[in-house]
């Protein structure tokens, strides 16, 4: 509003100058001269300050009202030249009304830029020449009424054609800027359009006070009759200086395709010679006509640059548009994603390579076809919400089933568009697709490996508890044993143990298998590996009727393995195994068999199943592959024992065979001697000498009492403690000569009462051991190596134990 208090200040200040001067002609008309400019050259300034903010059609908008402003400023030095050469008083309305009707009407053109649509770069050159015709055009008609009023005779009489075309131009201006700021209310614009819509309207207003008063004789140059050339131009600076900067297309407007409007010039410039010949009719000049002539030619010669400029514009639009559209259709036929247009009626009208090879039509079958016959009867909801979706005017992004040429489906990511026109009505249909068959299996995969994390979790706390009841029988059996002399009931002890062991050694291969295994390779015997493999899964082997064949080669070179990956392979071609032999004949024969030539052993499975067809023989390796139904493989099993296999320099094959599959695991032989026999030898009971005491901390009662009879028939004298709590206060009150804890107990575990006798008790540590069910564990194997503690495991006999007592006893003197 500063501006607009300053133009009314400025327009008082005029007023009484005026005032001041009106018995002083002459110094009121050179005062005049400079005090008239000033606004218009301010609105200017302004603009001209702030040219760097507007960029493409804001800047030609913004342009065209600053040449508008000079136009009429230059009407206004003619005015005054008139009056000062010629004594005029209203002259006016002469030859240089002709400028001040272009500054007028330049806010009108001006809108042909349409700024609140944004900066649009590619649109301005078209527009500047659209409103360089128009200017053309016009100033041909404003010459004509010249020349009619004027150029015959000059006088200072009004002129009515002059005066209604002012007050009639003035009127459409305002209108136009109007409804522009209508249009635009919505957007950054819209308080600039208002603004000028304002101006219009109060130069309209004055301009009708001062056509009133000239045609009533009152008008006095000098006087408040000159507001309508000071008032209204102080809008055009206040509206410049807070018009909004130019901005990124995508912010200010919506609207992504700029229309060409060539029919403006070329209309106006068709009507050129219609218009010439109207007005020589209505307006006939006799001996003046020659002029009429020279401002036609004029007219013309300035309008044939234009033209040609306009159809060098427009042919320059038409190659940029076209490169960019090959451009656009060159990515979109490379691009990965299924791109498809279709009509509103579901024809194509465009699909991109990824979408035919996807769904193994040719661009000629699908122009035949529509969008509905792509789409899987599970996926028919889908089609009918997208249909809803789109018709009502929105996107719609989900999942859908879509149909292959050959019957088959796949699961496909979509996002759906609606194309429309200008007038809002959809005329297509854009469709950008992913197949997500790959991500789907993916996530399956994720989901069972997880759950078979979950699951081996489970299995691996289950198999450690069990370890301590077996313990309590494998131990107290024995301690029966000793005492006992009847040969059937020592019989009935010794199967009692053998089955302890048995399970034992089930739940050490258990905890091996389900532990995650180092990357660490030991010398192993491949027998004594497969053995345990098949053990592992025996029991299931035999409810599913299929009996086991085992056939091991005798001297067997050792290998260099991880034991834990070698298992792996193992049981997973057990596992395949049994399953095709189950679903086949519900049972079967598993032929298990180690072999060996010179640098290489091997060991091959074989089973009595459906066997591996001669198409599929060669991607059974494959990652993902798998013949099983849906939930019951993952098709990484192969894929990952054959990837194990080769890290060890191996081979996994399939080998021909008339029944079933047989498959071959090959491992390079090392260079070592044969592993020896793992069975520990029995050893004699060890004796303590009489004083020795021990400490056994255990939270499990069964064990604890195990052991304290155990050591007491050793001629230990015992304490037990439940915990690590319990036992730091007895080794606060008592001194010990051995001390066997458990690594995990609930207060205070093994491993911190391991630092308290470290910390408080260094020569204990020579006769101090951990009691453990869980030595495949990788947390504990990392804790236990680095200290070098002797460890008896879960279950263990009294050889073990004597054995245990054995490697202390060098460590453990007798004081």
């Not at 399939?654 to 491992?667: D, M």
Request: net charge neutral; proline share 4%.
């Amino acid at each position: 509003m500063g501006w607009l208090a300053f133009g009314v200040l400025y327009a008082i200040g005029y007023a009484a100058v005026g005032w001041f001067l009106q018995d002083a002609p002459l110094a009121l008309r050179w005062f005049r001269l400079p005090a008239l400019l000033v606004m218009p050259l301010l609105g200017v300034l302004v603009i001209v300050r702030r040219r760097h903010v507007w960029s493409g059609c804001q800047w030609l908008f913004w342009a065209t009202v600053a040449l508008g402003l000079m136009m009429s400023a230059i009407g206004l030095v003619g005015w005054t030249a008139d009056e000062l050469l010629e004594g005029y008083e209203t002259s006016w309305l002469g030859w240089h009304i002709v400028f001040a009707l272009f500054g007028a009407v330049a806010p009108l053109f001006a809108l042909l830029a349409q700024p609140h649509r944004g900066r649009r770069e590619a649109a301005a050159p078209s527009t500047a020449v659209d409103i360089a015709g128009l200017a053309v055009v016009t100033g041909f008609l404003y010459s004509y009424f010249v020349m009619v009023e004027d150029a015959s005779a000059r006088r200072a009489a009004v002129s009515f054609s002059l005066v209604m075309l002012s007050e009639l131009q003035q009127l459409l201006v305002a209108m136009g800027i109007a409804a522009a700021a209508m249009v635009a209310r919505g957007s950054s614009w819209g308080a600039t359009y208002r603004r000028l819509a304002l101006g219009s309207l109060v130069h309209f207003a004055a301009l009708t006070v001062s056509t009133l008063e000239i045609w009533q004789g009152g008008y006095r140059a000098g006087f408040v009759y000159d507001f309508v050339w000071i008032v209204p131009f102080a809008f055009y600076p206040w509206a410049a200086r807070a018009a909004p900067a130019s901005a990124d297309d995508t912010e200010t407007s919506d609207v992504s395709f700029t229309p060409s409007r060539p029919w403006i010039i070329f209309g106006a410039l068709a009507l050129l010679p219609l218009a010439d010949s109207a007005l020589r009719r209505a307006f006939p000049l006799g001996p003046l006509d020659p002029f009429r002539n020279v401002s036609m030619a004029v007219t013309v010669v300035s309008a044939l640059p234009l033209l040609m400029a306009r159809l060098a514009v427009e042919r320059a639009q038409t190659r940029q548009a076209d490169a960019e559209l090959r451009l656009l259709a060159a990515a979109i036929e490379q691009a990965e994603e299924l791109i498809w247009i279709v009509t509103r009626d579901g024809r194509f009208r465009h699909t991109n390579n990824a979408l035919r090879r996807g769904l193994g039509y040719a661009a000629a079958d699908l122009e035949r076809m529509t969008l509905s016959e792509l789409v899987a009867e599970e996926s028919s909801a889908q089609a009918a919400a997208i249909d809803e979706a789109v018709r009502g005017g929105h996107i719609w992004h989900g999942t859908v089933v879509r149909l292959r040429n050959d019957g088959s489906t796949f699961s496909s990511s979509a996002t759906v568009v609606p194309l429309s026109d200008e007038r809002g009505s959809m005329t297509h249909v854009l469709g950008v697709e992913r197949d997500i068959s790959e991500e789907l299996r993916l996530r399956e995969q994720l989901i069972h490996t997880e759950r078979l994390s979950a699951v081996g979790q489970l299995v691996s706390g289950v198999a450690h508890e069990l370890n301590n009841p077996l313990q309590s029988i494998l131990g107290f059996t024995e301690l029966l044993l000793e005492a006992e002399q009847r040969q059937g009931t020592r019989r009935d002890l010794d199967r009692v143990r053998s089955e302890a062991e048995r399970a034992g050694k089930i739940v050490g291969n258990l905890l091996a298998f389900v532990r995650r295994s180092s990357s660490e390779r030991v010398l192993a015997d491949l027998n004594e590996l497969v053995q345990t493999a098949v053990a592992l899964h025996a029991y299931e082997l035999k409810m599913e009727n299929i009996e086991v064949e085992e056939h091991y080669a005798r001297g067997l070179r050792p290998v260099v393995v991880n034991r834990e990956e070698i298992q792996q392979i193992v049981l997973n071609l057990i596992l395949n195994a049994e399953h095709a032999m189950r679903t086949a004949h519900g049972g079967g024969r598993l032929v298990v068999r180690t072999e060996a030539d010179a640098s290489r052993v091997a060991v091959d499975i074989s089973d009595t199943g459906t066997g591996v067809s001669g198409h599929l023989a060669g991607r059974i390796f494959e990652p993902f592959f798998t013949t099983k139904g849906v939930g019951e493989g993952t098709g990484l099993g192969l894929s990952i024992a054959l990837g194990i296999a080769q890290a060890h320099s191996g081979s996994l094959e399939l080998v021909p065979s008339e029944q079933g599959a047989h498959f071959r695991l090959t491992l390079p032989a090392s260079d070592e001697a044969a592993v020896a026999s793992r069975r520990v030898p029995d050893i004699e009971p060890a004796a303590a000498p009489a004083g020795r005491r021990a400490l056994v901390a255990e939270d499990e009662a069964s064990v604890r009492e195990l052991l304290r009879r155990l050591l007491a028939k050793r001629g230990f004298s015992v304490d037990l403690a439940d915990d690590g709590r319990a036992a730091a206060a007895l080794l606060r009150r008592r001194r010990y000569d051995l001390v066997i804890c458990g690594m995990r107990m609930p207060r205070m575990g093994g491993l911190m009462l391991y630092e308290l006798v470290r910390a408080e008790y260094p020569n204990l540590l020579r006769g101090f051991a951990f009691v453990t069910g869980d030595t495949v564990n990788q947390e504990a194997r990392r804790i236990l190596e680095p200290m070098q503690v002797p460890v008896l495991t879960k279950p263990f006999t009294s050889s073990d134990l004597d054995a245990l007592l054995r490697q202390l006893e060098s460590l453990c003197p007798a004081s």
